[in-house]
Structures are given as C-alpha cells and as structure tokens.
C-alpha cells in the first residue's frame, strides 16, 4: 500500500528501505516476557550490528539506523505500553520518509504459533493482537508486514493475557532466548538478501 495519500506520510527525515519495529511493553515489569520478544529480537540485531538504540521522544520510540545491503534500514522499539504501540508509527514513518506499508516489518509474539516456530508474510488478520490493533488503527491499514514468533497457547483461554506477560524460567526460558535469536536471524537475512529470502527461510521453521 502506498502512503503518497497519507497525512502520516509527509515527509521529512532521511528515506529508509525499511523500518522494522520490535513489539514489546517497556520497564524492567515486563522483562523477559512472552510478549516483549519482537522487541527483544529488534534489540539483539541492532546489537549484532553495532548499532545503539536512542530514544526519540517525538518518535515515542528506541531508533537505530543501520546500513545495508537493502540500504538505509530504521530498527525501532516502541516506548508505549503495547496496546498504544501504534502512537508511533506514524511519526516513525515521517522520519524515516516510509513510502509503502510493504516496506514496513512489525515484529511479535504470537499466541496461534507454537514455541520454535516463525512466520513472516504481508497483510492479513490482527488475531487479536493488541498491538497489531493499535497500529492497524492508526495506519487505517493492515497491509504492514510482519514477523510473528510463536510463544504459544495457555491451557485455558482466558489465562491469555497472564501467559504473555510472565516471564517463563529453566528449559521454557532457554527456549524462548533461542526463539529470539531466530527471529533476529530472519531480520538479518531480510537485511543482507531481502525479504523473499527472509520469508522463505523463516516459514520452514
């Protein structure tokens, strides 16, 4: 989708190929959640690639800049809550002058996945999602792409929301580190060969 017609595309930063956006709920609270993995695993590219997050407080957001085979590419972590995590896409994308939601990656944590599993794709549904809301809300669209990791299911529906948020410990723990370091493989595949190769490799998993 092109924003050429959105007020949130005006522009009036450097352009970025891509602005990648790790989902997560900030303060020390929420740590090492199930629901903070998307920013995590934005968090461990920006350090693999030697770059430094720095908070943008008109951007709402912890931004690095990297450079690529793809070009210029924004990495970004939210600092709102994640059911406001769209108050930040669109200053982020007027800085990063985005021009396409196709070039726009949010990376999540996902309940219909199981643990150990990856999948990245452009579009479709928000599966209740609180985060994916918020910014398809504030976008007026939902043709973003996406990057989502799968924590899993609880046993009982409504101990939803306590599953995400807990921090898991022992072999569950091991295991959702390992799934973070995945998905930051995908981002950086995505970085150096595109997102076809991205995608490919993230959906065999």
């Not at 072999?171 to 970085?191: F, P, Q, T, W």
Request: aromatic fraction near 2%.
């Amino acid at each position: 989708m092109s924003l050429r017609r959105s007020s949130a595309a005006t522009r009036h930063g450097s352009t970025s190929s891509w602005l990648i956006v790790g989902l997560a709920n900030p303060g020390d609270e929420y740590a090492g959640s199930r629901h903070n993995v998307g920013g995590d695993a934005v968090r461990v590219v920006v350090q693999r690639r030697s770059g430094r997050l720095t908070l943008e407080r008109r951007q709402r957001a912890l931004t690095a800049t990297v450079d690529t085979t793809q070009g210029i590419v924004t990495l970004a972590v939210p600092t709102t809550f994640m059911n406001e995590s769209g108050a930040a896409l669109p200053p982020l994308i007027r800085r990063t002058s985005l021009g396409d939601l196709s070039r726009l990656l949010v990376v999540h944590d996902e309940l219909d996945l199981e643990p150990g599993r990856l999948q990245m794709k452009c579009g479709g549904g928000l599966a209740g999602h609180n985060g994916l809301r918020s910014i398809a809300q504030a976008l007026n669209s939902q043709d973003f792409c996406r990057l989502r990791i799968g924590v899993g299911k609880p046993v009982r529906k409504e101990q939803g929301a306590d599953h995400v948020l807990r921090r898991p410990t022992g072999a569950r723990r091991a295991a959702l580190e390992a799934d973070v370091e995945r998905a930051a493989d995908a981002i950086e595949v995505l970085l150096d060969e595109g997102f076809d190769e991205a995608q490919r490799r993230a959906n065999r998993s």
